[in-house]
């Protein structure tokens, strides 16, 4: 993907309705703090069109990035951040369940988890939803620069054995410091949303 143009055009809260868009949608989830704005500034190319912050939990908006009035890049609000009450936590499932339910356009959902750590039960519940609600799960590991490369196979083998990952699912390893990954997502993307096969046919 060549990126030309891109804008937060869609900023979605907890009571509105789900748009629909009439483009290919990919979504990322993951915890507060894992990385999702990151990434997809990074795919992107923008330093902080989408907002990152080290106050975790803030974000309870679906927000909705317009690729080259293309596609959209979709930020959901993270999970699992302590402070945050029971009935905000329902609130959060039940927006993220919604937007899987109900979009017509999500091609594909990125489930980035933090490559340091083993998965914790939202993550794996998080990959059930996924599952369950018929999509291809992508799981991005992040901060890859903050782990020791020795230490890399030996995390993806648990992150792999935690979330137990059918052997053909892809799970890239990502850092948003060194954009590692990043080409490697987006042709992901690229077939995903059918891009691919336009830009193919274009030229
Ligand atoms: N070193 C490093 N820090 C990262 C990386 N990705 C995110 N961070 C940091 O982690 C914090 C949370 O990132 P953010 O993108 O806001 O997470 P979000 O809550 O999932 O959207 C920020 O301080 C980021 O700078 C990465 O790949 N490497
Ligand atoms: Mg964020």
Known sequence: MVIKHV???????????????GRPEVAFAGKSNVGKSSLINGLMNRKSLARTSAQPGKTQTINYYNINEQMYLVDLP???????SLEEKAKWGKMVENYLHVSKNLKAVFLLVDIRHDPSENDKTMYRWILEK??????????LDKLKRSQVQKQIKAIREGLRLRPDSVLIPFSAETKQGREEIWTLIDGLTGLAAAAAEQS
């Open 7 to 21: 804008s937060l055009e869609i900023v979605c809260g907890i009571t509105s309705k789900i748009p629909d868009t």
């Open 78 to 84: 993270g999970y699992g951040y302590a402070r945050v």
């Open 134 to 143: 018929g999509y291809q799960p992508i799981i991005i590991a992040t901060k």
